[in-house]
């Protein structure tokens, strides 16, 4: 028998570890007493700058449409807080196999889907199944690790996963991993579809609210679920409606017909809000890279000289210190500079057109016109790729804007014949790890998911690997340091900035919990005033 080594952990440790939060013990989970959210009413609008062109939770992966997902849905374990604390959610426990290659999960008893029917094991084995059957969303995550028909129920509350190699990470991507009613979306199935149709837009989860209405064009509302295992959340309603334009869901908020919004926006507006005695502006520090991706795979970008041409093109000084009046941190690689594993000693590259003219002449590939997109509803995207175009042209570089909304973005960014030569997006925390930045965005095995650049570096993919396969973050930070120092003098993106969370809010709006795996959308614990 597989000896197994239990004992308390710390979020973010590796294999052999036992996490333990029983139901009754809601300390241990984050969740003390007076932090757990107390029936009332109320009602919340929120502004969000990406469309919610679906309700599938397994469809999407991204902090744009992430409310749907954190508010209708569970899953086995929860981000919480900053800084980011793994605690358990719909699991009890878990245990690691010595070779760190079987997660068992322990599930709590008695949770309740929105129709009354029991969460059980089945049901996450069928999500799991799910999640790599649709190959969208969370998909790329999962796919390397997870064989379909691996997952076993042991009972109706134990659920292993069998992972086809050791995993550092596992535990800390099982947020990712939302728990659907299988029972609902098989009989909703057609054809074999794993019932996406019916599901984009309809309601199988099991979270603090329930979906009542939902439109493409204008976004969701959900009602407060009642029997939820924590209790009943603060508000009695969410209504997160899609509102594109940066001065419209300002205006809207300093009205009050809105009561929260994207925190991401112009430092002007920030300002603006920041002098408003209704408003609450909460800054937090952020792990949110912002950089701009370049196709590996699509000449002239294959050249490593062109790419460096490319990163002497961007003016880093005057976009932190001008345009973003200093409200963001220079973050010259792939990992943010508070995350453990970030070397210090980078230097990236400077704002320097004669350095950007000198590689140019070393490019054997022919020179074209390239496309830089920026993203509709994140003005900051659109602004980067502006400001980056004045700086190719100076080089003497030909280049056309193209702006498109998150959803677009989103769909040909898994599609390498369709992706833009370049994109300026932010690469969001999903799991407080290095590896959610250097392996997301560098590794070949995430083509089509994290990896928009098609970045590939046989080096880079052997040093991601290794880091995997330890638990220990000693061993492993100075593999991602290694990493971060390969792909900067690559050239394998443009890395820019790490940002700040500046979470508007009305003052009436109490409550909120930022966790940067979320940016602050989990409206179960706020309450209005």
Known sequence: MEQRREHAVPAGTGRRDLLKAAAAGTAMMGLPGAALAQRGGGRIVFA??????????????????????????????????????????????????????????????????????????????????????????????????????????????????????????????????????????????????????????????????????????????????????????????????????????????????????????????????????NMNIMEAESTRLFYATMHHQRPPFTDANFRKAVCHCFDYDGWINNILGGSVVRNTQVIPNPMWGAPKDVVGYTYDIDKAKWYLQRVQAPLREITVAGMVGYEQSMQAAALLQNGLSRAGIQSRLLNEPWPVVSNKMRDPEQMYDMLFLWRSTYYADPHNWAGEILASNRHRGGNASYYTNPEVDRLLAEALAVPDQARRAPLYEQVARISSEDAACVFIHNTKWYGPFRKNVQGVRFCPIGDGQEMRWLRIT
């Open 48 to 277: 969000n700058g990406s469309a919610f062109d679906t309700m599938d939770p397994h469809a999407t992966f991204d902090v744009g449409r992430v409310a749907y997902r954190l508010n209708l849905y569970d899953g086995l374990m929860r981000w919480l807080d900053n800084p980011p604390k793994l605690e358990p959610w719909l699991a009890e426990s878990y245990t690691v196999s010595d070779d760190g290659k079987q997660y068992v999960f322990k599930l709590r008893a008695g949770v309740k889907f929105h129709d009354g029917t029991d969460l059980t094991a089945e049901d996450v084995v069928y999500s799991m199944d799910r999640i790599l059957a649709v190959k969208k969303g969370a998909y790329p995550l999962f796919a390397p690790l997870i064989e379909p028909g691996s997952t076993k129920a042991r009972d109706r509350l134990t659920v292993e996963f069998n992972l086809k190699e050791a995993s550092a990470i596992f535990a800390a991507i099982t947020h990712d991993i939302y728990i659907v009613n299988s029972a609902l979306v098989k009989r909703n199935e057609k054809d074999g579809d794993w019932g996406q149709e019916w599901i984009a837009r309809n309601d199988a989860g099991s979270g603090s609210y329930i979906l009542r209405r939902f439109d493409p064009a204008r976004g969701f509302l959900a009602q407060r679920y009642d029997q939820h295992f924590l209790g009943a959340a603060g508000l009695q309603e969410i209504d997160f409606r899609y509102v594109a334009e940066v001065n419209s869901r300002v205006l809207g908020l300093v009205r009050g017909d809105f009561q929260g919004t994207d925190p991401y926006m112009p430092q002007d507006q920030i300002t603006r809000l920041q002098g408003d005695a």
